[in-house]
């Protein structure tokens, strides 16, 4: 069983860049949610992909967009980079959407300089 | 609002004392809780979750809902514990998990 990859594992950009994150769902999940975590604080929910439609969305900006392919795997993309979204983010898949357990990738760290 | 609150920043115990750590949270209705953890240089992964009640590597939590909390306990902390730990809930449409900001175990011999 493959687990939640992410790529990739750093990367640095610039304030106004945008930023294209991947992540590949678990075998067998066919569903992703995205968090943002900032230094010192606990993960924040961005959005959630089922099926290839968004589920569900945190409280971010509509800069923050994401899609989920026909196998699954995931992407987040930021438009319009700030300083503040300087970050981990993590994506998470599980096998279904209501309180099915998720299980997380190891995370991109991104720095917006 | 649902939210999840982890009072303690950094709790410091030694090898075979008693571990809690606190987790309260504000919710309508009834939550599905968890608790994660986070080894050093390791993912964020499930420890344990209310609906199973299950004891994992020694861990229990256990839900009080008249005082909203689902305080972490072990009897003898190990130094193999340290690691950050996550309380989190599901959100009412049981979609996002509602994570706490975390509480850093540091157990030493």
């Known amino acids: 069983e493959t687990g939640v990859t992410q790529s990739p594992t750093h990367l640095i950009k610039t304030r106004g860049q945008q930023v294209t994150l991947r992540c590949s769902s678990q075998?067998?999940?066919?569903?992703v949610s995205w968090y943002q975590q900032a230094l010192g604080q606990g993960p924040q929910f961005i959005f959630q992909?089922?099926?290839?439609?968004?589920?569900g969305r945190g409280n971010f900006p509509p800069r923050f967009s994401g899609l989920q392919f026909p196998n699954y795997s995931s992407e987040l993309n930021v438009n319009a980079l700030e300083l503040d979204d300087s970050a981990l983010y993590l994506c998470?898949?599980?096998?279904?959407?209501?309180?099915?357990?998720?299980?997380f990738g190891p995370g991109t760290r991104l720095l917006v300089l | 609002a649902q939210r999840v609150t982890q009072p303690e920043k950094l709790l410091s115990v030694f090898k075979g004392a008693p571990v809690e750590l606190k987790c309260n949270y504000s919710?309508?209705?009834?939550?599905?809780l968890f608790w994660y953890v986070q080894y050093s240089r390791q993912r964020l992964q499930l420890l344990l979750r209310?609906?199973s009640r299950e004891s994992i590597k020694g861990f229990t939590a256990d839900l009080n809902k008249g005082e909203t909390s689902f305080h972490l306990k072990k009897p003898f902390a190990q130094e193999e514990d340290s690691a950050m730990y996550y309380c989190?809930?599901?959100?009412?449409?049981?979609?996002?998990?509602?994570f706490g900001k975390g509480t850093t175990l540091s157990v030493s011999s």
């Open positions: 998470a898949s599980s096998s279904g959407t209501t309180q099915e357990t998720q299980y």
């Open positions: 075998s067998g999940h066919n569903t």
């Open positions: 992909y089922y099926r290839e439609e968004e589920n």
């Open positions: 919710y309508s209705g009834s939550p599905e």
């Open positions: 209310h609906i």
């Open positions: 989190a809930l599901t959100d009412q449409a049981g979609t996002a998990l509602i």
